[in-house]
């Protein structure tokens, strides 16, 4: 199985500060990857797709770039309204893996 | 608007079954390949299961293979997952979502979960 490893565990940002979330896969996943955002009791919604493509109504702050087994998320500017869980995704060999999640909150 | 959304969950006895269904609305259904997730409490997301458009293929996760089974009909837009022999680990949030099949498989839209409780 792919592992994907995920850091920071989490941390905290104030207003407009630029936040950077890394995800490592065990082997190279050719930009098979996502990334997803999760508020408390909701389900995730996806944020970036093939590793850098913004999926649609996603605010441009958020960017994703990478590529082999190494692979960021980048929110330019932080807003209230971005606090959550971010995970990482792998979407090219079965059993699909997830990163642990990075809880990013507001300083 | 694309809407998914499940039903079925509940508290269940340790080796008992139960079936989990989504419905799906907002989108031609049958064009979708679709998977099934789940989160335990706290806890990270974990992939369970795959169904091709026609039915003609399933992936499993190893912890439930043998176990769940999902299944889909397209006359009526759902996608159900079988458990059966269910343990205490398997207690979780559990999401259908539909696979943006596209640069990587990533899921555009997810249903809100439906929460499966197994305990005595």
């Known amino acids: 199985d792919i592992q994907m490893t995920q850091s920071p565990a989490s941390l905290s940002a104030s207003l407009g500060e630029t936040v950077t979330i890394q995800c490592q896969a065990s082997?190279?996943?050719?930009?098979?990857l996502a990334w997803y955002q999760q508020k408390p009791g909701k389900s995730p919604q996806l944020l970036i797709y093939g590793a850098s493509s913004l999926q649609d109504g996603v605010p441009s702050r958020f960017s994703g770039s990478g590529s082999g087994t190494q692979y960021s998320l980048k929110i330019s500017s932080m807003q209230t309204e971005d606090e959550g869980v971010y995970f990482c995704q792998q979407g090219l060999k079965y059993p699909l893996t997830f990163g642990s999640g990075t809880k990013l909150e507001i300083k | 608007e694309v809407q998914l959304v499940e039903s079925g969950g509940g508290l269940v006895q340790p080796g008992s079954s139960l079936k989990v269904s989504c419905v799906a609305s907002?989108?031609?259904?049958?064009?979708?390949?679709m998977h099934w997730f789940r989160q335990a409490p706290e806890n990270g997301i974990e992939w369970l299961a795959y169904i091709n458009t026609d039915s003609s293929s399933t992936h499993y996760a190893e912890t439930v293979k043998g176990r769940f089974t999902i299944s889909r009909d397209n006359a009526k837009n759902t996608v159900d997952m079988q458990l059966s022999s269910l343990r205490s680990e398997d207690t979780a949030m559990y999401f259908c979502?539909?696979?943006?099949?596209?640069?990587?498989?990533?899921?555009?839209?997810w249903g809100q979960g439906v929460m499966v409780t197994v305990s005595s």
């Open positions: 979502a539909r696979e943006r099949c596209e640069l990587g498989a990533s899921f555009d839209y």
């Open positions: 082997e190279d996943i050719y930009s098979g």
């Open positions: 907002g989108f031609t259904f049958s064009s979708y390949v």
